[in-house]
Every structure is written in structure tokens, then in C-alpha cells.
């Protein structure tokens, strides 16, 4: 039977152990403001989990773990758009001889953490578990590569280490406002609730693609990502590819960044700056305009410098993506540990507008909630300001 709830008097964690005990088999939608999210699960094991932030996609995490190269995973992604049968990335990269079952599983299962991550940090909200058989898909189970969406994965054991990166990351800024003489500014999203718990539930499916595509896929897709933050190496030392979401402006991917030596992936993926509060992404978000100079004062660009490394670069560039009037990227970009200037950056943001032309516009004609627009001229960068 189908039961809801509130996250003020239930925690994420407390469902997912009843689920878990009780091996129920179904959907779990998570609601809290704008944003949504679901788990699926197949006797007490989780299978997917998905939400409609921006969030790690497979692609990236394989890249980020030096499983594929980024031309095998672009190569992989061109088969699959090419490609007549249904088939996943991980499906299409097995087939490849690109990686192997294993090492995707593992992949896998990260991904689902860093999505069970984020439900991890709601105190509020509304949840609902549905009961309903959860199909096999045929295709990718025959040739062995989504073996894991057969089995599941523990959902105990996923619980545990998210619980650990959580707390992680909550000590990492209590530690930064500790060292910066003052607490963290509030941001209005940390307080935003709806007052409906839900809507009328849609019809019901029964495979885990069907169920997890009910949410509305982030704007900017792997291909993009990986694309835009190749031409940022000709052009800027380090960047990093912001996404706007309901829950800010999300780390999706770096270039040069290195913490403690090495390159800095997961660092940059949990990497969230609010979006009502004064900072260089909020600036070019609400202005749509590039902007290249010095990165003003303020607390929450002091705290992107610090989670950056530390050092104070001499000049920033922050080039928007904007598709169909909506930014759905922001590149964030410096020279640090050189003093040397950026150079010009129309090619950068040429790039860009390209990188979003062919993979943004079929997600959103795909996507019941998306803007239709008609190729390049969808898609635009605002005109370049400067500061100082």
C-alpha cells in the first residue's frame, strides 16, 4: 500500500531504512520547493535514484575516475544517438569493449550516491512511496552491462557512506565560516517549502527509465559539459562549469583545479554557491552578460577562492550560457598560480553557444516541461562587461 509523509517528522534516512527492512519494492518521491526527486526500488535494494537538479552524470564520473578518455566517452555518446536500439551510455561503452561491467557498476552506484546525497540534506518536505513492479530492461540486461539495475545495490551500505561525504561536506563550511570570523549568510532556499504536499499522481509506469523520466532531466547535458570545459583549456589556467539549480549554482566540472596536490573532481561536484546572495555567478546570472576583471569582495567570492585553492587570482572570466532566455551554465575562469592576463574569450564563448546549440535543443523538445527554439539562435551569450 502507498504511504506519505513529511521530512519534518520522518527523515530520508529513517524511509530509506523501512524500505530497506522491509523489502518493499516501488517508487519513493521526495518534494520540497521546486525541487523533486525519486529512488527506485526492487526488494529493499536500491536501483536508480534520479532528481531534477543538476546532477553527476555517468558520463562525467567515468571521465572524472579515469575509466574512458573524453574522446572515448564523446565516440560512445555519438553510437548511441546513431544508434536505431534503445540502449544506455553504460550499455553503449560495454559494447564498445570501452569498459567493463565492473568497473560501470561501480560508477553506478556513485552516481546514486551523490543523488541519495542531496535527499540526505532535505529537513522538510513531503514524501510518498508507491508500490509497483519495477521491469527489467531487456536490452541492457542481455548483454550484461546494467546488471546492476537487476540487483541493486545495498541500500544500508549506500546510506552509511553518504551519511559520511555528508558530514564531510557540512564540516568543510562550518570549518570556512569558523576561519572567516563569522557564520555563513542564510540563503532564502535553504527556507523554501511547498505548502502542497503533491499533486494527483500521473500515470503509473513500471520500468525504471519510464519512472525516473518523469523528472525534468537537467538543462545541460554530459556531451556539453565535457565539450565546453575542453575549449576552456586553450583559453583560462583553471575553470570550473557552474549549473544553475534550485538548490544554486552546482559545480559540474573543472579543468586545472587541483587541491592538495591533485585534481580536484569530487571537490568541485559538491561545490554549491546560493543564488540569492551577492557573488560573481549571482551577478552574471541575473546581468547575462560575460564578465572579465577582478572578482569583487564579497563573502560568498571569497569562499569560491577558498574552496578554489586558496589563492586570489589577479582576473576572472564568467561566460553565461543562455538557452531559450534561461542560463543553464556559467564557466567560471582564472589564470591562478600565473599573474598572466586572459585573453580574448570570443571563442571560448563561441564554443559555448555551439556546445549548447547540439546538445541542449533535443532535451528540451524532448522534455514535456522544455522551450522550443530554433538551432544557434536559441542559444546566446550576453554582451561582455568588465569590472574592477
Known amino acids: ?40 526500488f526492487r526488494r529493499g535494494r536500491i536501483v536508480n535514484a534520479a532528481s531534477n537538479s543538476p546532477r553527476e552524470v555517468l558520463g562525467s564520473i567515468l571521465v572524472c575516475r579515469k575509466l ?58 513531503f ?25 541493486g545495490f545495498p541500500t544500508e551500505q549506500i546510506v552509511l557512506e553518504v551519511v559520511r561525504k555528508v558530514d564531510e561536506t557540512r564540516r568543510r563550511r562550518q570549518e570556512y565560516a569558523a576561519g572567516a570570523g563569522g557564520p555563513v549568510p542564510a540563503s532564502l532556499m535553504d527556507d523554501q517549502v511547498l505548502s502542497d504536499p503533491f499533486v494527483p499522481p500521473r500515470k503509473r509506469p513500471t ?15 554530459g556531451e556539453a559539459i565535457v ?46 554557491m546560493p543564488l540569492d546572495q551577492a557573488s560573481v555567478l549571482a551577478d552574471v546570472a541575473a546581468k547575462r552578460g560575460t564578465y572579465r576583471g577582478m572578482l569583487p569582495l564579497s563573502f560568498w567570492n571569497d569562499f569560491l577562492v577558498k574552496q578554489l585553492g586558496g589563492a586570489y587570482p589577479r582576473e576572472v572570466i564568467v561566460v553565461p550560457a543562455i538557452v531559450a532566455g534561461n542560463v543553464v551554465a556559467m564557466l567560471y575562469g582564472d589564470n591562478v598560480p600565473s599573474d598572466a592576463p586572459i585573453g580574448p574569450v570570443s571563442r571560448l564563448e563561441a564554443a559555448m ?7 541542449v535543443r533535443p532535451l528540451l523538445l524532448e522534455s514535456p516541461h522544455g522551450t522550443e527554439f530554433s538551432d544557434r539562435a536559441g542559444a546566446r551569450l550576453g554582451s561582455v562587461r568588465t569590472g574592477s
Do not use: N
Open 1 to 40: 500500500m502507498s504511504f506519505t509523509g513529511r521530512l519534518e517528522d520522518v527523515s530520508v534516512p529513517e524511509i530509506l531504512h523501512l524500505l530497506s527492512w522491509g523489502e518493499k519494492t516501488g517508487k519513493l518521491t521526495l518534494h520540497r520547493a521546486a525541487a523533486e526527486g525519486v529512488v527506485v
Open 68 to 125: 574512458v578518455s573524453e574522446e572515448t566517452l564523446l565516440s560512445a555518446l555519438e553510437e548511441r544517438h546513431r544508434s536505431e536500439a534503445e540502449r544506455t551510455l553504460g550499455a553503449t561503452l560495454v559494447a564498445m569493449g570501452a569498459i567493463t561491467a565492473e568497473a560501470l557498476e561501480v560508477a553506478v552506484r556513485q552516481q546514486i550516491e551523490h543523488v541519495i546525497a542531496e535527499f540526505l540534506l532535505w529537513d522538510s518536505g
Open 127 to 151: 514524501f510518498r512511496f508507491d508500490p509497483m513492479e519495477v521491469g527489467r530492461p531487456a536490452k541492457a540486461a542481455a548483454d550484461g552491462a546494467d546488471g546492476a539495475f537487476e540487483r
Open 207 to 221: 520500468s525504471v527509465r519510464a519512472i525516473v523520466a518523469g523528472l525534468q532531466a537537467p538543462a545541460l547535458v
Open 227 to 272: 565539450t565546453i570545459l575542453r575549449h576552456a583549456r586553450g583559453f583560462v589556467r583553471r575553470a570550473v562549469l557552474f549549473i544553475p539549480s534550485h538548490r544554486g549554482f552546482v559545480g559540474s566540472g573543472q579543468c586545472g583545479i587541483e587541491i592538495g596536490g591533485g585534481p580536484a573532481d569530487e571537490h568541485v561536484r559538491r561545490l554549491v
Open 353 to 359: 553557444i555551439e556546445a549548447c546549440a547540439r546538445y
